[in-house]
């Protein structure tokens, strides 16, 4: 009887995602959900309730009247929960900006430089989605051409980040309770978003038009991902769970 020789003996396991970015990965996914629902009320507070203290006493009726006083608070709550969301997301977008220069194991650079043969490699990704034809070669790295788009979405996030602090400042009245630099920091590091989105209100819809670019980035990256895993049959969808995918590439395997 002949030996057949199993087909997939030359797949190889390769490290892909270490564990902080794995960590930062799906933080930011939970955290980005969490601000995502958080912020549409904010914008739109839709479900507004409960008396305040002052409105117990006033004459004055209608959907503000009704409910208890604790309910009042709803919008407090709401924003408290957007700005923990505000913090983890923050703190990803410093660590992943750490890791993009001084990562031992997968500093960006290694898959995105914005010219020469990295570009290449980015366009024949590009054009590998849309003709289905010559797949470029699996690598430890990030493909280019998903380290450019990541790179955009990480611009979106310093842009939220830095709108979002302009708002939460202008309601500041000069001091705080953690006493006057943290204000003056914040003007300090977010004033210019007032120039270049011309005032208080730019601010405001560059910080929500920003948001949908994020959701469209989330539906994108994620229909990109599984498209990979069907496609390609190595298996991408696990890097952020267990830190590998495979390949049939011969390459080095860690
Ligand atoms: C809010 C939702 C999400 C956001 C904002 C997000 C964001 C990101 C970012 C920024 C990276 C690059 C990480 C790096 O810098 O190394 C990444 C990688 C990745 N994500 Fe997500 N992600 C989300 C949800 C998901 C989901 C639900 C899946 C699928 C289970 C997924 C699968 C992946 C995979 C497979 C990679 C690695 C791609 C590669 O290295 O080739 N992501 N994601």
Known sequence: MKNIEPA????????RMTVIKRVIHWALFLALINNIITGFYIAYPFLMFGKS???????SIGVLST????????????RYFHFIGAIVIDVAFFVWLYLAFFSLKEPLYKSFMPFGDKMNEAFRMLKHYFTLKNKPETTRYQDPFNAI??????????????????????SF??????????????HFTTDWTLFVFGGLTGVTLAHLFIMWIIMIFIIYHIYTEV???VMWKEGDILIPFGGYKYTKNNIEAE
């Open 67 to 78: 409910g208890e006083t604790y309910q009042a608070f709803i919008m407090a709550y709401v």
């Open 173 to 186: 009245t000069g001091t705080s309770v953690i006493g006057g630099w943290w204000p003056w920091f914040m």
């Open 8 to 15: 997939n003996n030359d797949i190889k396991m390769i490290h």
């Open 227 to 229: 498209w990979r895993s």
């Open 149 to 170: 788009i990541f790179t955009f979405f990480h611009v979106l996030i310093f842009l939220q980040m830095v709108t979002g602090f302009q708002m939460y400042v202008s």
């Open 53 to 59: 203290p002052i409105q117990a006493y006033s004459p």
